[in-house]
Nanobody, 121 residues
Framework: VQLVESGGGLVQPGGSLSLSCTSSERTFTMGWFRQAPGKEREFVAAITRAATNTNYADSVKNRFTISRKNTKNTLYLQMDNLKPEDTAVYYC??????????????????WGQGTQVTVST
């Protein structure tokens, strides 16, 4: 399974960005993680295949929205009211048989190459 992210860039605080991740194959639970310079990778959001369950990190709740379109094998992350602390490389991740919107990175078998999001004036 190959995952390709797109949509990163530079945005001012309070602005919005939308990330996409296209998978080469059918996947089950998918998620977004991020890693800021000098910090460990952290969970952002996850969604089950049928989109019946989602999970968000407390730091992004009510600002970020995860969604997916299975007919296009594509995962999305709508990011609103962005803050400087959201600056990081954002990674898309996918499982092949997991049915829970997991925040545990070890449950994800496949990872994208990452896309940079920078929130700054």
């Amino acid at each position: 399974v190959q995952l390709v992210e797109s949509g990163g860039g530079l945005v001012q605080p309070g602005g919005s960005l939308s990330l996409s991740c296209t998978s080469s194959e059918r996947t089950f639970t998918m998620g977004w993680f991020r890693q800021a310079p000098g910090k460990e990778r952290e969970f952002v959001a996850a969604i089950t295949r049928a989109a019946t369950n989602t999970n968000y990190a407390d730091s992004v709740k009510n600002r970020f929205t995860i969604s997916r379109k299975n007919t296009k094998n594509t995962l999305y992350l709508q990011m609103d009211n962005l803050k400087p602390e959201d600056t990081a490389v954002y990674y898309c991740a996918a499982t092949s048989d997991y049915s829970v919107a997991s925040a545990d990175s070890s449950t994800y078998a496949y990872w994208g190459q990452g896309t940079q999001v920078t929130v700054s004036t």
